[in-house]
């Protein structure tokens, strides 16, 4: 006989409330249902518990399980995140040593620039930038090229000699030095800087 189910009748003809009944199948498939013994009780309660604790012990295998998945998971998630930064931070250090490199050659070598000396009038182009003149024999004139095509251009002018004789330097197309067609300056070892913005040219 296999007990299926135990469970509590009310007050009835010739039942006590609260006691508890079987319902059973015999070995030729018929249920029947009686007054369940302790002894039956207590087999069909430890079966229960059994049947429960296998259950959560399935459930709590399965969600190790699961759990164990995850943190793989992420291990090879932080490894890969561990081995992208550190390739990124190769790169960036070797951009870092090319750059200090590249510094310290320019710091080594220092920097270089054409120097031109001029002792006649001359219109200034992209060969001239730091300019020395000799005016000891005649007035000098320098051109200025035209300030809308050489924005940025800078060009550095200095009189060396010690006569009287003025250094000009003129703008071209209309434009101005500082808001005028023209500059000029006698003193031996004066200078000026002349820088164009894309429209006129500026002294600094």
Same mark, same amino acid.
């Given at each position: 006989m296999?007990?299926?189910?135990?469970?509590?009748?009310?007050s009835?003809?010739?039942v006590?409330?609260?006691?508890?009944?079987?319902t059973? #199948?015999s070995g030729a498939?018929g249920? =029947?249902t009686? /007054?369940?013994?302790a002894?039956q009780i207590?087999t069909?309660?430890?079966?229960?518990?059994?049947?429960?604790i296998?259950?959560e012990? !399935?459930?709590?295998?399965s969600?190790?399980?699961?759990l164990? @998945?995850? +943190? !793989?998971?992420?291990e090879?998630?932080?490894?890969?995140?561990? =081995?992208? $930064?550190?390739?990124?931070l190769s790169?960036e250090?070797?951009?870092?040593?090319?750059a200090?490199?590249s510094i310290?050659? $320019? +710091?080594?070598?220092g920097?270089?620039?054409? #120097?031109a000396t001029?002792?006649s009038n001359?219109? +200034?182009?992209? !060969?001239?930038h #730091?300019?020395l003149?000799?005016?000891t024999?005649a007035?000098v004139?320098?051109?200025?090229p035209?300030?809308?095509?050489t !924005?940025?251009?800078q060009? &550095?002018?200095k /009189?060396?000699d010690?006569?009287?004789n003025a250094v000009?330097?003129?703008?071209?197309?209309?434009?101005?030095?500082?808001?005028?067609?023209?500059t000029s300056?006698?003193?031996?070892?004066?200078a000026? &800087?002349?820088? @164009?913005?894309?429209s006129n040219?500026?002294?600094?």
């Amino acid at each position: 006989m296999t007990i299926v189910k135990i469970s509590e009748l009310t007050s009835s003809a010739g039942v006590s409330s609260g006691d508890l009944f079987i319902t059973a #199948v015999s070995g030729a498939g018929g249920f =029947s249902t009686r /007054k369940a013994t302790a002894a039956q009780i207590s087999t069909y309660v430890n079966s229960s518990v059994d049947s429960r604790i296998a259950s959560e012990e !399935s459930t709590r295998s399965s969600s190790d399980s699961s759990l164990t @998945s995850r +943190l !793989s998971s992420e291990e090879s998630t932080r490894s890969s995140s561990d =081995s992208s $930064l550190t390739s990124r931070l190769s790169s960036e250090e070797s951009a870092r040593v090319s750059a200090d490199s590249s510094i310290e050659a $320019l +710091l080594g070598t220092g920097l270089a620039t054409a #120097v031109a000396t001029l002792s006649s009038n001359t219109t +200034l182009d992209t !060969s001239h930038h #730091v300019i020395l003149v000799d005016a000891t024999s005649a007035e000098v004139t320098l051109t200025l090229p035209n300030a809308t095509t050489t !924005s940025a251009r800078q060009y &550095m002018i200095k /009189k060396k000699d010690s006569s009287s004789n003025a250094v000009v330097v003129s703008a071209s197309n209309s434009q101005t030095i500082d808001g005028q067609a023209s500059t000029s300056f006698n003193t031996q070892y004066e200078a000026i &800087m002349v820088v @164009s913005d894309g429209s006129n040219w500026f002294i600094f």
